[in-house]
C-alpha cells in the first residue's frame, strides 16, 4: 500500500545519521540559518542585504505559512545535515558506502515519476507568444489558482531558500535564480545540480535581476500528522511560467524537472524567453569536445529528445584509436556570440541528472565511474547487499527490492526500476570532463547536430546545406517518445530542436530567432549544421548502427566535413556520406547495412515532407517565411530527383 510510513530502524540507516551527527561536532560555524518563522527574523539581513530577495522570501512565508526557514548557503554541513533528515524521515536510504561512498536511493511516489507535460503552463501576457504547442492560460486567473494552491501549503514543514548561479559562478554568460521549496530532497538535489549557496548570492549582490522560483509538493502536515517518505499532491500538479515577469511556479511535484526548477524551467523554458529578448540562444544541447589524433579540437553541439542518447554520446570512448571525446555538459547549453564571430557554449548546470536504465559499462563506462561515489539515485532497485541495479545495466541479480519497495526476482513480468529511474550526480566527477567546462566565456561550437529516435527513413547521418537549411532541419526533428515524460512510449512525435516540452514562447517566433542569429556573422563563422539517427531498425526490428563508441565513427565524418574535408553526396535532404568516407575499419556490417544506413527513398521522404507541412501548419499566419521556402525547395528538389534530374 501506498503511502508507506517513514522508517529508520535499519542498523545502516542509523550508523547513516550517527555519523553525520558525530561529524557535525567538527565542521566549521555553519553559513545558513534555520529559525521558526513566528520568531523575528535578523538573520534574513545578515544572509543579504538584497531588498528584492527579502520582499520574495517574505510573500512567500505570509502565503505558504511554512513552520521553519531555513536560509541555504551550500555548504558540505548543511548538505549533510539535510541527508540526515531525509535519512530519518525515510525518503533516502544510505547505499553500501564500501560499494558506493555517498551514495544514496530515493523512491518516489508511483504517482510522481516523470515531468508532466499536460499541466505545464507558458502563462505569457498574450496567449500568441506561447503559441500552439504550449498550454496557456490567463496569467491573472493563473495567478489566482496558484495562490490558492499555495495558500498554507508549507504548514508543518521547513521552507528552504535556495540561491543558485545557473553557469559558472561570474560568467558574463551565467544567471542567478532564487528556489523557494518546502523539500529537502530538492535541496540537497539543486545543490548537486546547480551552483547552489553564499557565491551565488554574493554574485546576485543587491541586483534584483533573478528569477523567482516558488515551489511546493503540496502536501501540508496538519499538528501531530504523520510525514510520508515522498509527500506530493497525487492529484493536483501544476507547473508554470510567466515570462513576463521571470517567474516559474511548481506544485504538487516533487520530482526531477518538475521540482529542481534550475533545470528545464529555468534554464530552458525561461531562459529560452530571456535569450530571444538579448539575442543569445538557451538549446536543450549537449556541449563536447571531440581532438583528433594530430591534437586539433572541435567543439561541437548536439540536440536530441530526453533519453535518445546525449549523456552517452556526451561521455563516449571512442571506437577510433588516436581521438578523444570530452564532455563539457551532457543537457543544456548556452550559447552567446563572442568577439570574435563565433558562437559560444557554457553549459548553465554543475551535475548529471541521467537516465538510468540502460546505462552500463558496455554503453557508458564512463558514466558508470561516475555515479560510483556521491550520486543520489532515484527509483532505481536495490539489491540485498544496498548496491544499485537496473534493466540494460547487467544480468539481473536473482532478487531485488523495486523501485515500488517490493519484493522483486529473476524473470518477474515488470520491471524492477523505473524506465525514467535516474542518478544525479556532481559534474566534476566524471573522468572525462573537458578542461574548459567552467570556462567563464564557453567553448567555440563548429558543429550543431540535431537528432532523434527513428526506426525508418532518416539516414544516419546529413549535413544542411546552409544555416537558414539547418534550421528548417531542427524544426522538423520527430522522435519516437521514451519514458522521460508521462505517456504512451513509442509514439513519433514532431520535437523541433527537442524543445517542444521546453521553448518558453511560440516555437514560430523561436524559428525565426534562429534564422535571425544566422544574420549576425558570416557564414564562415557559423556552426555547421547536422543530423543523426543512431535508430534505424531492419526488417527484423534490430538496430543497424551498432551506435556507442561507434557513433566517433559519425563525429569523425561531421569533424571533417566542417573543414569542407570528407566527401558527400548531394541528395534532397542534404549532404549524406559515401559509404567510404565513414571510418569502418574493425566494425563488423556488410555493405548492404551501410547502403541501407545511407539511403535516402524518394517515396518516404515525400511522405516525411508531408508531415513537416502539417507541422509546421499550426503556426499558421507565425510561420517564418525562411521555413516556407525551405519546404518548397525541398519539394523541388525531391521532385527533381523522382524525374532523375538531380
Known sequence: PWPLPCCTDTPAMLRFVNSVSRARCVVPRRTYFDWSVHTDQPELNRWTKNKDVHRFIQRAIKLCKPDRLHLCDGSEEEYQTLLAGLARAGTIIPLNQEKRPGCYLARSDPADVARVEEQTFICSDKQID???????????????????????????????????????????????????????????????????????????????????????????????????????????????????????????????????????????????????????????????????????????????????????????????????????????????????????????????????????????????????????????????????????????????????????????????????????????????????????????????????????????????????????????????????????????????????????????DYFQHWMNIGTRSSAAKLPKMFHVNWFRKDAQGKFIWPGFSDNMRVLKWIFERVDNKADAVSTPIGYVPKAESLDLSGLQITPDAMNHLLEVPNAEWRTELGRYRDFHSVFKDKQPMGITDEIIKMNERLSASLDGSH
Open 130 to 508: 506561447a503559441g500552439p504547442m504550449n498550454n496557456w492560460d490567463d496569467p491573472e486567473k493563473m495567478h489566482d489558482k496558484m495562490s490558492g494552491l499555495f495558500n498554507g501549503c508549507m504548514a508543518g514543514r521547513t521552507m528552504y531558500v535556495i540561491p543558485f548561479s545557473m553557469g559558472p559562478i561570474g560568467s558574463p554568460l551565467s544567471k542567478i535564480g532564487l528556489q523557494i521549496t518546502d523539500s529537502p530532497y530538492v535541496s540537497v538535489s539543486m545543490r548537486i545540480m546547480t551552483r547552489m549557496g553564499m557565491p551565488a548570492l554574493d554574485m546576485l549582490g543587491e541586483s534584483p535581476e533573478f528569477v523567482e522560483c516558488l515551489h511546493s509538493v503540496g502536501y501540508p502536515l496538519k499538528p501531530g500528522q504523520e510525514d510520508v517518505p515522498w509527500p506530493c499532491n497525487r492529484d493536483t500538479k501544476y507547473i508554470v511560467h510567466y515570462p513576463e515577469t521571470r517567474l516559474i511556479e511548481s506544485y504538487g511535484s516533487g520530482y526531477g524537472g518538475n521540482a529542481l526548477l534550475g533545470k528545464k524551467c529555468f534554464a530552458l523554458r525561461m531562459a529560452s524567453c530571456i535569450a530571444k529578448d538579448q539575442g543569445w540562444l538557451a538549446e536543450h544541447m549537449l556541449i563536447l569536445g571531440i581532438t583528433s589524433p594530430e591534437g586539433v579540437k572541435k567543439y561541437v553541439a548536439a540536440a536530441f529528445p530526453s533519453a535518445c542518447g546525449k549523456t552517452n554520446l556526451a561521455m563516449m570512448n571512442p571506437a577510433l584509436p588516436g581521438w578523444k571525446i570530452e564532455c563539457v555538459g551532457d543537457d543544456i547549453a548556452w550559447m552567446k556570440f563572442g568577439a570574435d564571430g563565433r558562437l559560444y557554449a557554457i553549459n548553465p548546470e554543475n551535475g548529471f541528472f541521467g537516465v538510468a536504465p540502460g546505462t552500463s559499462m558496455k554503453t557508458n563506462p564512463n558514466c558508470m565511474q561516475t555515479i560510483s561515489r556521491n550520486t543520489l539515485f532515484t527509483n532505481v532497485a536495490m539489491t540485498e547487499d544496498n548496491d544499485v541495479w537496473w534493466e540494460g545495466m547487467s544480468p539481473p541479480p536473482e532478487r531485488l527490492t523495486s523501485w515500488l519497495r517490493r519484493e522483486w526476482f529473476k524473470g518477474d513480468a515488470v520491471d524492477a526500476a523505473h524506465p525514467n529511474s535516474r542518478f544525479t550526480v556532481p559534474a566534476r566527477q566524471c573522468p572525462v570532463m573537458d578542461p574548459q567546462w567552467e570556462s567563464p566565456e564557453g567553448v567555440p561550437i563548429e558543429a550543431i547536430i540535431f537528432g532523434g529516435r527513428r526506426s525508418s527513413t532518416v539516414p544516419l547521418v546529413y549535413q544542411a546545406f546552409d544555416w537558414n537549411h539547418g534550421v528548417f532541419i531542427g524544426s522538423v526533428v520527430n522522435s519516437e517518445t521514451t519514458a522521460a515524460a508521462a505517456g504512451a512510449r513509442g509514439v513519433l512525435r514532431a520535437d523541433p530542436f527537442a524543445m517542444k516540452p521546453f521553448c518558453g514562447y511560440n516555437m514560430a
